[in-house]
């Protein structure tokens, strides 16, 4: 029960419903996407998938219910089998823990099967108790939200998964899209944290907006992993507002370190560097430099870079550096890439800049 408790401690979820339309290149650019932002900040994310066994999650006298909302959503957001193993695939190569909600028995077979490390047990299926039977035998740590749900269900829930030493993580969740702040019941948190104190409490979050008022309270509260629905602005499609965009994830990243400096230190966690330390460290980062000439438009690859120091103003550097960004400047040989020369989410979100061009030489 500790391994778990320790993956569950201080982890983000960033849930990618549905892929997002259905769509194979829009996940694999909103993984590409947030894995940078998680990597540049330092912290423990999982991407998390949803998976159906759409042909038999419908009873058929009802699949061309198109009326029926869920029921036209879960028909065109199928996804091949091949394309949730890419996405999976890309998960794990950006440095992220990939994690799926199953919301049926055959679709956690596939979690397995695609080396799902992390299970979630949505609101709505916390009393699905044919479900939540295979999850257990796949003894693998399972996360749940409560939205909507009865004490008596969270009380079996906790039984069932601690008489079979499996990890568990219960997630503080109000299943309204969005939450209003009046609606958020953060308070929930003390409740949960003193009724379960041997499994971590978290908190899944639809509000719509800045987040990072919620964060501070949560954390304070004793919440330690977040749950929150990403997407990115993609051909004109309108984000739900209950929905982050990058830029929203980084801002909650960086509220997450603000209010663990402000709370202090604990005897079970890591101190938190000063930014004296930070600092220093910062001035031996190698910064990347091209190796060759480079046109417009290149990929990059390992043979087009090296790393050296110094690290200069505006610079990227050995964390930032992935393969696959495309410049969108000539570089010549020996020349530092500068983050205004490639496409990444980092060029284009001010505070984001900001932070690169202030460090270095």
Request: aromatic share 8%; hydrophobic share 40%; glycine share 6%.
């Amino acid at each position: 029960m500790n391994n778990g408790k320790a993956l569950f401690e201080d982890l983000f979820v960033l849930e990618l419903a549905n892929n997002h339309l259905g769509k194979i290149e829009r996940g694999l650019k909103i993984i590409s996407d947030y894995s940078k932002v998680v990597r540049f900040n330092n912290v423990k994310a999982a991407v998390k998938l949803q998976f159906r066994d759409v042909e038999n999650f419908i009873q058929k006298d009802f699949t061309n219910r198109k009326d029926i909302r869920y029921i036209k959503k879960t028909i065109e957001t199928e996804m091949l089998k091949e394309e949730y193993a890419k996405m999976v695939k890309a998960i794990v190569q950006g440095g992220c823990i990939p994690m799926a909600t199953p919301f049926d028995e055959k679709s956690v077979d596939l979690c397995i099967e695609l080396g799902i490390k992390i299970l979630k047990i949505a609101s709505s299926d916390i009393n699905d108790w044919v479900l939540i039977e295979k999850i257990a035998k796949a003894k693998l740590p399972v996360i749940v939200s409560t939205g909507g749900t009865s004490l008596k269900d969270i009380d079996d829930l906790v039984t069932f998964f601690s008489n079979r030493n499996i990890p568990l993580a219960i997630n503080h969740c109000v299943s309204l899209y969005p939450t209003q702040d009046e609606n958020l019941e953060l308070n929930q948190i003390d409740f949960l944290k003193n009724r379960y104190q041997e499994n971590v409490i978290g908190l899944s979050t639809h509000e719509a907006g800045d987040l990072t008022s919620s964060i501070y309270i949560a954390y304070a509260k004793g919440a330690r992993t977040f749950e929150r629905h990403i997407d990115i602005e993609w051909e004109g499609i309108k984000v739900s507002p209950y929905c982050s965009l990058p830029e929203d994830i980084d801002a909650m990243f960086r509220a997450y370190n603000h209010v663990k400096r402000k709370c202090g230190g604990s005897s079970e966690l890591k101190s938190i560097p000063t930014q004296g330390e930070i600092d220093y460290l910062n001035a031996l980062v190698r910064g990347v430099y091209a190796k060759k000439d480079l046109p417009i438009g290149h990929k990059i690859d390992d043979g087009d870079v090296y790393l050296a120091i110094p690290l200069q103003k505006g610079q990227i550097s050995c964390r930032e550096l992935m393969k696959g960004e495309i410049l969108t400047k000539e570089i010549k040989k020996d020349e530092p890439l500068f983050i205004d020369a490639i496409d990444c989410p980092y060029a284009n979100f001010g505070k984001l800049r900001d932070v690169i061009y202030k460090r270095g030489l």
